[in-house]
T-cell receptor, first 113, second 112 residues
Framework: DGGITQSPKYLFRKEGQNVTLSCEQN?????MYWYRQDPGQGLRLIYY???????QKGDIAEGYSVSREKKESFPLTVTSAQKNPTAFYLC????????????FGDGTRLSIL | LAKTTQPISMDSYEGQEVNITCSHN???????ITWYQQFPSQGPRFIIQ???TKVTNEVASLFIPADRKSSTLSLPRVSLSDTAVYYC?????????????FGKGTSLLVTP
């Protein structure tokens, strides 16, 4: 989706290092989400945020942290506590109101050096 | 969120119509049915969404029977570029920031 920008597209992390993945949306969407996808698998929810300065843990939040200081931005930090961080990370956003689907960015692929 | 079941994979030839059926036996009254398409190394792309009967757009049609316990995504005259993973999801009609429950989807392979 052109309205959701994830950067960088590829990212490499050294052992014991924290890295931050960027997600920016210009769609004026209220809710934003982070998912993780492993090869051949579906998406699993890490964190989501319905409004600024508020966020909730998803199914696999351990080893990750987020912030939502601005409506358009929802960065994800992969901490050294995440022992298996190699994956494809997807950010999504959704307009407030009922019956609105989520729209996704094109992902960041994180690998361990 | 309601659990969905769909075939792991399907094969088709170019120019054929492809129908992918998804079962969602425990769908709730206020749940909507949504389908996404995902290409390798890209984010899922919204295809179509419906509540009941039939919905059609420029890309696909979605058929939902009266009991809403299943739905069928229909792709007319597929091309090689329709090779992708297709996800069926059910989510509530709600203002809250629901999270989607993606399974493994259906991997569609279109060949010449």
């Amino acid at each position: 989706d052109g309205g959701i920008t994830q950067s960088p597209k590829y990212l490499f992390r050294k052992e014991g290092q924290n890295v931050t993945l960027s997600c920016e949306q210009n769609l004026n969407h209220d809710a934003m989400y982070w998912y993780r996808q492993d090869p051949g698998q579906g998406l699993r929810l890490i964190y989501y945020s319905q409004i600024v300065n508020d966020f909730q843990k998803g199914d696999i939040a351990e080893g990750y942290s987020v912030s939502r200081e601005k409506k358009e931005s929802f960065p994800l930090t992969v901490t050294s506590a995440q022992k298996n961080p190699t994956a494809f990370y997807l950010c999504a956003s959704r307009q407030g109101g009922s019956n609105q689907p989520q729209h996704f960015g094109d992902g960041t692929r994180l690998s361990i050096l | 969120l309601a659990k969905t079941t769909q075939p792991i994979s399907m094969d088709s030839y170019e120019g054929q119509e492809v129908n992918i059926t998804c079962s969602h036996n425990n769908i709730a009254t206020n749940d909507y049915i949504t389908w996404y398409q995902q290409f390798p190394s890209q984010g899922p792309r919204f295809i179509i969404q419906g509540y009941k009967t039939k919905v059609t757009n420029e890309v696909a049609s979605l058929f939902i029977p009266a009991d809403r316990k299943s739905s069928t995504l229909s792709l007319p005259r597929v091309s090689l570029s329709d090779t992708a993973v297709y996800y069926c999801l059910v989510f509530p009609d709600s203002n809250s920031g629901y999270a989607l429950n993606f399974g493994k989807g259906t991997s569609l392979l279109v060949t010449p």
